[in-house]
């Protein structure tokens, strides 16, 4: 599971790092779907992975809020990450897309935040 776990994180930190990207663009150039879609992928990676990691099998249709709240079950300081203000239609398995330009960023900070927190509790420590 541990290779499982890795393929997960490597992947996460990659659908980040392409969601920045994006956001560096001028802003009239910015794809907002991008962004969201890609944000909302890695928060899902890094939620699986770190799961994974604790030998626990996840469904391929887990909402998000589901995953967090296992990895809160395991680790009490994911409680740290705050998935409030995440209002994408990804939680309603109408669409994966954010409706609204502030919503993206949010995505994307929140899984700035679930990265950062990772890599602080020594998660992602191999990177």
């Not at 994006?22 to 899902?44: G, K, M, T």
């Not at 409680?79 to 502030?102: M, P």
Request: glycine share 2%; hydrophobic share 35%; charged share 30%.
């Amino acid at each position: 599971m541990k290779d499982r776990a890795t393929k997960l994180y490597v992947e996460a930190i990659q659908k980040l790092k392409e969601a920045n990207d994006e956001l560096c663009r001028p802003e009239e150039d910015v794809v907002s779907q991008l962004v969201c879609y890609n944000s909302q992928l890695a928060i899902v990676n890094y939620l699986k992975g770190f799961l994974l990691q604790n030998e626990i099998e996840t469904r391929i249709d887990e909402s998000i809020n589901s995953l967090y709240e296992q990895c809160i079950g395991i680790n009490k300081k994911f409680e740290e990450i705050h998935l409030s203000g995440f209002e994408c239609n990804a939680h309603k398995d109408e669409s994966q897309f954010c409706n609204q330009s502030n919503q993206f960023s949010r995505c994307f900070d929140i899984a700035d935040s679930l990265d950062a927190f990772m890599r602080r509790e020594k998660i992602l420590s191999w990177t």
